[in-house]
């Protein structure tokens, strides 16, 4: 009975979704204020009964209930309850109602935004709601989640262990809040295009709805890149896989439409660019929906094609994205550009930010798209990690060299050589550390010291302007301290993701640079050395699983001088249905770095027993991961700041004591 | 993540690196990293988007096999590639070759960075009367309405524009 519930909540919601998309039309066409409240009313009434069918699923695969096809297929009774709930967005038609349900809750959250003037509120309003006519309607007719079975199985199908995990039951929720964030930025901005108002006031609305799709975005792909690098036990934490891919573009959009709004917001510049960017960003997202869920690529992570969809999702695509893109056409040319900046100055910097990023996308998406492209005339081919390390790195250090140097700039006229002065004790200190790095670590490797030096650089840089933000050295240190917290918080969430992205290009660049691996097959007591450890086996127990067998080995590591640093269990597991394996990686996180054990298949058997041991010593990893958090985190303290400015803004009714003078 | 995704994925896992099955290496460790550079870069024709350095599938085992014998018999990397390329075509290659035909690929990002480049100097060069500083009554306008918090000041200030709490 819920399921049948859940599925009216769904049609209901579709046809509030069109209510919401007419009443806002409707109300800015005739200026009413009843209707545009109407619109919004439906809204929220949508995110509730969007919430009503989601939670009707989830119920369904709590209580097991296979008479759901989508429960059937994807689940199974003896899965813990965590994965249980998160397998009602593991399925194409899970995956679909958690995009609806995030889209109609930015669409309630839109509504309830108070501060956007009428016009373009109510237009924003209507066209999430067209978004949501097409999305959910779609799910409704073409991907029901909730529809049954005539003839119920007694058990469900999958207790697909690789799917049982932490990481990957969070990573969906996240890269969706992420990507379908930006379709409120793609709102407001079909919304500015229209009113003819794309100016610094929108480009403050805009932010942060950008920042917290940003964030999210950050988030998800982490979550995403670190569950590749622990559960798939090749060592790697990024493979340019189509679908890793997919989740990349759009985050490198929202990053440059970050940027450009501030232009925008600050300036009143590059306001046709900004919106052509606000655009884009939800274009990419739903391309990457698109790729993941037609299976059009082919990728490790493919699946089987399903071409009805396929097409109805690209007509979905090709309709949202040919409205934006023509509506820019058309509205973009009468947007005025007034200001003027000198070619030494932070609008500059934060245009070659975004013309580097924007290259960047470029290549990321051409070299995803380029199996498709070369299928257009006949031929066959793609590219793999060697195209993307060779046109992505050289670009992307371009935009680093002039990254710590954007926040010294003064608005339209910076001074170069001041700042460089400014920078100078950064850049020192960070061609020091390459070079000490050179001269030290072996094998000497390009990529390791260039970017050693480009990521201290960052965090130097990074230091720099913060120290001179809380006039460290030039009023007393207490009075320093006290700047900390008085400063906007933003420009800390600046800070931080600057520091985190640097932290990020260090760990990269040492892991690729140095990573070591070392392979042998052992029998029981002997070892392997692995850089400066030494790895031993030390037994191989057996025992079965739940519903496998495993052979589980206790691998000694110890270091130069002896000393265990941990002792190592990876497993393999082989499956009694069907006889598949799978390896479980032992990480032994030792300072930045990890050594990263997996025992392969068994290749002598008896009195010699013998075993693959493979082992990876992936030096300063763990910052690949944690300078992405750290990003995160200062989008959300930026975040956490504009709500503040907001609460001030609202024609000055109470000034918070956060934002006083520090005096 | 579909739960299709899922099992191919576990597929995935299956062909585990293989080509660090000591047995098969060989012996000169330059000519083995020159190997092993080769694999990464060579696409394993059966699986989905793998390098048969990558792969565990028999055709990535019998192509690591050629490539180093090639290698110990003395061929160069180029005769290598060629010898790929002319027995599987250039889908075999994972990172396509600088031609003409690939040059859209290869050339695109950076054309957009270039125009991106050109337009930002063109812009530098377009006569435009740069705008009027602010007269004196506007500047203490603009400091009176900043010291009441009620500011539009840019937050990633630090120089040239006035925080809140500066003074």
């Known amino acids: ?31 009413d204020r009843t209707l545009a409240g109407c619109a919004e009313g439906a809204a929220l009434a949508a995110f509730v009964a969007i ?23 994807n689940s199974h009774t003896e899965k813990p309850l965590i994965y249980k709930i998160a397998g009602a967005w593991g399925s194409h038609e899970g995956s679909i109602l958690l995009w609806c349900f995030a889209l109609s809750g930015y669409g309630a959250a839109l509504a309830l935004a108070r501060r956007l003037p009428f016009g373009l509120k109510t237009l924003a309003v209507g066209v ?16 029901n989640p909730l529809m049954r079975l005539t003839d119920p199985p007694v058990e469900g199908r999958s207790l697909n262990p690789l799917l049982q995990d932490p990481a990957l039951a969070a990573h969906p929720p996240f890269l969706y809040a992420g990507y379908v964030g930006l379709s409120v930025v793609f709102s407001l901005a079909l919304a500015g295009l229209l009113e003819g108002r794309v100016d610094s006031a929108w480009a403050r609305w805009v932010r942060p709805w950008t920042l917290a799709a940003w964030g999210l975005l950050t988030v998800g792909i982490t979550l995403g890149s670190y569950w590749a690098y622990y559960e798939l036990g090749w060592g790697g ?7 890793e891919n997919a989740s990349l573009m759009p985050w490198l959009m929202a990053t440059a439409l970050l940027h450009s709004a501030i232009v925008t917001e600050k300036r009143g510049a590059l306001a046709a660019w900004t919106s052509f960017l606000a655009i884009g960003a939800f274009t990419l997202s739903m391309l990457g929906a698109f790729l993941v869920r037609s299976g059009v690529l082919t990728s490790v992570h493919a699946f089987a094609v399903d071409p009805k969809r396929g097409t109805i999702l690209l007509a979905v695509l090709a309709l949202t994205a040919g409205t934006g893109f023509a509506l820019f056409a058309w509205r973009a040319p009468l947007l005025k550009d007034r200001a003027v900046f000198a070619p030494v100055s932070r609008e500059s910097a934060l245009v070659v930010n975004n013309i580097v990023l924007a290259a960047v996308t470029c290549a990321v998406l051409t070299g995803t798209l380029w199996p498709l492209m070369l299928e257009a005339f006949g031929r066959q081919g793609g590219v793999g990690p060697p195209y993307y390390d060779l046109v992505v790195g050289p670009l992307f250090a371009l935009a680093l060299l002039i990254l710590p140097a954007g926040p010294l700039l003064a608005w339209k006229r910076g001074d170069g050589l001041a700042t460089l002065r400014r920078l100078w004790p950064a850049a020192a200190l960070a061609a020091g550390a390459g070079l000490i790095t050179y001269a030290v670590v072996e094998p000497k490797r390009a990529i390791g010291v260039i970017g050693v030096g480009l990521g201290l650089w960052l965090v130097t840089g990074v230091v720099t302007e913060a120290a001179e933000r809380i006039n460290l050295g030039r009023i007393p240190l207490a009075a320093s301290a006290k700047r900390i917290t008085a400063v906007p918080r933003g420009g800390w969430g600046m800070s931080f993701a600057h520091a985190g992205l640097g932290l990020f290009v260090m760990g990269a660049a040492f892991q690729s640079g140095w990573k070591l691996e070392a392979d042998a097959v052992l029998g029981l007591g002997q070892g392997l050395n692995l850089g400066a450890y030494h790895l031993r086996l030390d037994r191989v127990g057996e025992g079965p699983g739940p519903n496998y067998d495993s052979e589980r080995a206790s691998i000694a590591v110890t270091d130069a001088a002896g000393r265990l640093v941990c002792q190592a269990r990876p497993e393999r ?9 799978t390896s479980k990686v032992a990480l032994c996180p030792h300072g930045l770095d990890d050594l990263y054990v997996v025992i392969g298949d068994r290749r002598a058997r008896g009195a010699g027993s013998a075993w693959l041991v493979r082992s990876y010593l992936n030096p300063w990893i763990r910052l690949v991961f944690l300078g992405p958090i750290l990003m995160a985190l200062g989008g959300a303290l930026s975040l956490s700041d504009r709500r503040l400015r907001f609460a001030v803004g609202r024609r000055m009714a109470a000034p918070t004591p956060k934002m006083a003078p520090a005096e | 993540m579909s739960a299709q995704k899922l099992i191919c994925l576990l597929g995935a896992v299956l062909c585990l690196a293989a080509a660090g099955d000591p047995a098969d290496r060989l012996p000169n460790p330059a000519l083995e990293g020159r190997a092993r550079a080769l694999f990464q870069e060579t696409r394993c024709l059966v699986c989905q988007g793998e390098s048969i350095d990558d792969s565990e599938a028999p055709l990535a085992a019998d192509l690591r096999r050629v490539i180093r014998e090639r290698i110990a018999a003395g061929a160069s990397d180029g005769q290598v590639r060629a010898f790929l390329t002319a027995r599987y075509g250039e889908y075999v290659l994972f990172r396509p070759r600088f031609s003409w035909r690939n040059s859209v690929l290869w050339t695109a990002p950076f054309l957009v960075a270039l125009t991106g480049l050109v337009m930002l100097a063109a812009r530098r060069r377009r006569p435009g009367e740069d705008e009027p500083a602010l007269s004196a009554e506007e500047e203490s306008r ?3 309405l900043q010291s009441t918090g009620d500011t539009l000041a840019p937050e990633l200030g630090s120089k040239n524009a006035p925080g809140l709490t500066e003074r």
């Open chain 1, 1 to 31: 009975m819920t399921a049948e519930l859940g599925a009216f909540a769904l049609i209901l919601a579709f046809c509030l979704s069109a209510t919401q998309a007419g009443a806002a039309f409707a109300a800015r066409i005739r200026r």
């Open chain 1, 573 to 581: 597991r082989t499956y009694d249905v069907g006889g598949e394996t």
């Open chain 1, 237 to 243: 934490w990024w493979f340019w896989d189509p679908v």
């Open chain 2, 142 to 144: 603009l400091a009176a």
């Open chain 1, 128 to 143: 999430q709601g067209s978004l949501g006519v097409l999305f959910i309607g779609y799910m409704v007719f073409a991907s």
């Open chain 1, 51 to 73: 919430g009503l069918g989601f939670a009707a699923l989830i119920w369904a695969f709590v209580t097991s209930d296979f008479s759901v096809i989508n429960v059937a297929q």
